[in-house]
């Protein structure tokens, strides 16, 4: 790591904390011991909807090596509900079941094998109540209600006033522009359709983890959360505590994609340890974190209509995301995927609503690219047909009718702030649009597509950040953005070596510590480079700052002569001071330090959902595939991304994001999907049923294009990726699939649900 102050910026630098991750000396929550450490087990409701008759305890608590035992009856000091959108969720279950897999009680023992032995001896008594476990039987007339009563709003749902609950139907979204029936009737093409979107694992090769230790009337937690102030914030409440009482500690994690946002397993492990009076680790197992959180299922019905020129003239859509048992993020979700129904087009007119149902199956959150992975390959592909249908290249449509830079997304909303005509343009070339396709063997049909949209970025606009620079010249970066693969340490260590003009080497960034580490809204909708970076960058000049007032009187030179160097500032002269030396000269001996602070907020309003995004991040991708006629196998030949971001700080960690979300898109698009049975049972909770992207299944050819046009909000003109790939990919492999003469509307594109299309189409 050599690169040197603003040569720092732009270059793919060493990671961070690669040499520790690949030596193993990185540590994770479930590498840590404290003394006295007792191990959690969750007791799992068998049943996905009914009350609890009965829990009987005894035998478990007897048993040999357990500390303690708790259910819903130890709550009743606390107001035991949370939820950072809808407080609707008990810590374990509180006289009702409203999922199967719900904790219902939690073993702490001496061993984790006595703890899973132990939940083994608790009785539960349950009398069944109709479930619903779909969205049909959620949204039905006669539909059991999950929830008998509204649920107060959370201290993080950031959408503005919440409407009256309706059935199963915990959220809505809606807007309207224009008159759709006057659109429809002008319209000389009309495609409409009904589309389904399947229930999605967030994989990530660690589960989630906490541990939990009371002590003197103050809580500690060591877990993989991404959000950590956000989940300070909601223990605080949840406990009656004070927010200084409540501790985060965050070790590195092992992947996120969303799964380990807001709060998760840190309630119940800080109940069960709270009992104990001991310090408490709870490890999920794989098959629970699939029922600790997943990406909504969704059905959805959408309309376009546009003239015989190819001008787009309205969009109507009614969407319904199935949320689970309980909100978490849902209702973020159902506004963002509202926001992704039009796409980045023009429109005359606009109808859509998008709807937060409840049904009785594991909660839903987020999932990276969330809202537009939903609905952009739904939009894309009815942009598709209209071209088809009226005989216009499938590019060409998309130049003809996308927003140009500067133009409105949404009312009220941030004007658009990319060029997305040239986006697709690059996405398009990468895959050979204006190519000849190759040959393909017989009974196999070769297909391109491309798709286009937009993600609202950066969430509430909220991070503080600390430089501090020592006498040795080394610099301390403490910043509440989690690591958890993306590169966010070594990106933070970029930015301020970029502003001092300090080797990156001597740049150290410090994982997150709520009693130490300055507020940091979360890690998600990536913004951890816009914002976090941006508060990083205002630290670090406020260090620099410091360092040019202490040359100016030491080298007795006016400031406006003085010019930062390599690891030094050095005036008109060429006499030059280094950053130790101007550091012990400022406090006059071998000691003390520089400290910057820089902040982000809202300017010139709240910073809401309603106000923002942050910015706008591009989804934008090509694909071309090959489908076998006779199996109903696609194969992805090549796929090209567009990672639109402003100023690449890392541009190969840049390429390496786009790559991932390439490969979990595909995953979305192909084969990935929960079922649930009509019980509420999770039927394949394991990964040897749960099928996710593997080396097989990454395309001969994968290429992403960076493009730097100085126009984002963050430092030196960046903004994030990282997620809009994720959105776009499958959209251009529905394409591509229907280039090739099989559309389809139903996700994943499984073969044997290919292969009923291409028999139903009757394509020889």
């Known amino acids: ?41 969750v007791l799992h409701s068998p049943v996905a909807h009914a009350r609890i008759a009965s829990i009987g305890t005894a035998a478990a608590e007897k048993a040999g090596g357990v500390a303690a035992v708790l259910v819903g009856d130890d709550l009743s000091d606390i107001d035991p509900y949370y939820g950072h959108a809808l407080r609707d969720r008990p810590v374990v279950a509180i006289g009702k079941v409203r999922f199967l897999g719900e904790p219902v009680a939690v073993v702490a023992a001496e061993t984790q094998a006595i703890a899973d032995e132990a939940v083994t001896l608790i009785n539960v008594e349950y009398d069944d109540l109709p479930v619903a476990a779909s969205l049909d039987a959620a949204l039905s007339t006669d539909a059991p209600l999950v929830h008998e009563k509204r649920a107060r709003p959370g201290s993080a749902h950031g959408l503005g006033d919440l409407p009256d609950a309706d059935g199963n139907t915990c959220y809505s979204y809606s807007f309207r522009r224009g008159e759709t029936d006057r659109a429809f009737e002008d319209a000389a093409v009309v495609v409409e359709g009904e589309y389904t979107f399947p229930a999605v694992y967030q994989y990530s090769m660690e589960t989630h983890t906490t541990i939990a230790h009371w002590h003197a009337g103050e809580l500690t937690l060591w877990s993989s959360c991404q959000h950590p102030f956000l989940v300070r914030q909601e223990i605080a409440v949840l406990f009656g505590l004070p927010l200084d009482q409540v501790r985060i500690i965050v070790p590195f994690l092992g992947g996120g994609f969303g799964s380990k946002s807001y709060t998760k397993m840190e309630p119940l492990t800080a109940a069960i340890a709270r009992k104990a009076g001991r310090p408490v680790r709870i490890l999920n197992a794989v098959h629970e974190s699939m029922i600790t959180t997943r990406r909504h299922n969704m059905t959805a019905r959408m309309r376009t209509a546009a003239a015989a020129d190819g001008t787009l003239l309205g969009r109507e859509c009614q969407a319904w995301l199935d949320t689970g048992a309980y909100a978490d993020n849902g209702p973020r979700v159902t506004a963002t995927a509202g926001d992704a129904a039009p796409g980045p087009y023009r429109w005359q007119a606009l109808d859509v609503e998008a709807n937060c149902v409840y049904t009785n199956t594991g909660p839903a959150g987020s999932y990276r690219a969330f809202g537009a992975t939903h609905l952009q390959w739904i939009a894309e592909s009815q942009l598709d047909e209209v071209a088809r249908r009226l005989g216009i290249d499938r590019l060409e449509i998309r130049r003809q009718n996308l927003l140009r830079p500067g133009e409105e997304v949404r009312p009220g909303g941030k004007p658009l702030d990319a060029d997305l005509v040239g986006d697709v343009e690059k996405a398009a070339r990468a895959i050979g649009w204006s190519e000849p396709p190759a040959r393909s063997a017989a009974r196999k049909r070769r297909g391109r597509g491309v798709s286009v949209g937009l993600l609202a970025a950066g969430a509430h606009p909220v991070s503080m950040a600390t430089v501090r620079m020592g006498p040795d010249g080394s610099v301390t970066v403490l910043n509440g953005t989690t690591e958890l693969g993306q590169g966010a340490r070594t990106v933070m260590a970029q930015i301020a070596a970029g502003v001092l003009h300090a080797p990156v080497g001597k740049v150290v960034v410090r994982g997150t510590d709520t009693r130490y580490t300055p507020y940091d809204r979360s890690t998600g909708a990536s913004r951890s480079t816009t914002v976090a970076g941006l508060a990083v960058q205002r630290a670090a000049q406020d260090v620099l700052n410091s360092l040019l007032e202490t040359a100016a009187a030491k080298l007795e030179a006016p400031p406006q002569l003085l010019t930062p160097v390599e690891g030094a500032i050095r005036d008109a002269g060429g006499r030059t001071m280094t950053h130790a030396e101007l550091v012990r000269a400022r406090f006059g001996f071998d000691g003390g330090e520089l400290i910057g602070h820089g902040r982000v907020q809202p300017e010139g309003g709240s910073g809401s959902y309603a106000e923002g995004p942050v910015f ?114 499958p959209a251009a492999v529905v394409n591509a699939l229907a280039d090739a003469g099989v559309p389809m509307t139903t996700l994943p594109l499984t073969p044997e649900r290919v292969w009923r299309r291409i028999r139903e189409l009757k394509i020889s």
Not at 21 to 36: H, I, V, Y
Not at 641 to 669: F, S
């Open 1 to 41: 790591m050599n690169a040197v102050g603003p040569s720092a910026i732009g270059q793919s630098v060493e990671r961070a904390d690669g040499r520790l991750k690949l030596s193993g000396q990185a540590e994770f929550t479930g590498d840590l011991r404290l003394p006295g450490m007792l191990y959690g087990a």
């Open 616 to 729: 706008w991040e591009v989804c934008v991708a090509g694909a071309e595939i090959e489908v076998d006629l006779d199996t109903g196998v696609v194969t992805v030949l090549r796929t090209s991304t567009v990672a639109d971001v402003g100023k690449a700080i890392n541009p190969q960690l840049v390429a390496r994001q786009d790559e991932g979300a390439t490969l979990q898109g595909l995953g979305n698009a192909l084969f990935e999907e929960m079922h649930f049975a009509p019980d509420g049972m999770l039927l394949n909770d394991t990964l040897l049923s749960y099928r996710i992207p593997s080396f097989g299944d990454v395309p001969a050819t994968m290429r992403c294009s960076i493009v730097e046009n100085g126009d984002g909000p963050g430092p030196f003109g960046a903004k994030g990726c990282g997620e809009g790939a994720l959105a776009a990919v």
